[in-house]
């Protein structure tokens, strides 16, 4: 060797470190959450969640008029019933407050594509993500409640569907029945890979989902493990998924990589309530610089191979990309 290898050339300015600069976050990366609530007049921010509302339908188009202003033009609802049941009987409700959301964006913001999470633990007063028989969540009966609750999304115009329950086979019966009702155009975003994870904490605030009893261990899986995570991803695969979530975001890297190597799918990055939570309390105390850490929470999840990202941060960093503080 004639002398040192010199790194530092490609990083001497600002033009040229842009000139090599791999990875990029764009706004068309972005997918930003919505939680929509019964009732009137309600713009309510969610205590855990700093700068996240609960909007009843009749203010929802401050949100919505936001999101286009910014280019964000995806997302992901959320619905918080007022009534709650045994069986989550609301979610597969024509007039169930997140068909009614659908509708309504739909109607007024035809160019915002909406994303339908389908699960039941917003609408069972046990919180759990499926129907519970003598105390134990059982697979098959919550399959059912499942496939008409993303059926009625899709009715309700829903241009994708995202289940998250974590049931066993709930891509292939979901897939079925979309099909049967005639949507068989309309894709799934599988929450593939979802761990059994504490930073869900602030999101069960929001969409007041918490368990009543025991907790989602016989569903979720196991943080310790990796390899179950793969045979997660295949069977959804399997199944018929279109694209696969890894959830949380930030703690499980390494599964989003191991994810993007196996699968040819597009791998969607869950930056979730947890992780923006402590973004939040951070930059609010004044501890971190809230922009520099977010912009470089995005960039891991692009190197690990996310095609997109939900995240709670997508109006901020919309407002960033633009060239805003
Ligand atoms: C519903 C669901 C949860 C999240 C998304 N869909 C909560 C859970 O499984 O308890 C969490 C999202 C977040 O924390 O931001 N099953």
Redesign the pocket.
Known sequence: MQSYIRHRRLRASEQIRRMVREHHVHVEDLIY?IFVVEGENIKQEVPSMPEVYHYSLDRLHEEMDELVRLGISSVIIFGVPAEKDERGSSADDEQGIVQKAIRYIKEKYPSIYVIA?T?L?QYTSHGH?GIVENGVIVNDASLTRLVSTAVSQARAGADMIAP??MMDGFVYEIRKGLDEAGFSHIPIMSYAV?YASS??G???DA?H?TPQFGD?RTY?MDPANVREAMREAASDVAEGADMLIVKPGLPYLDVMVRVRERFDLPVVA?N???EYSMVKAAALNGWIDEKQVVTESMLAFKRAGADLIITYHAKDLARWLKGGE
Do not use: E, I, L, T
């Open positions: 959450p999470d699960c633990c993500c998250s329950n979802k930073f869900y602030p999101f069960r969409a989902s989602r979720q869950y979730v309530s947890g």
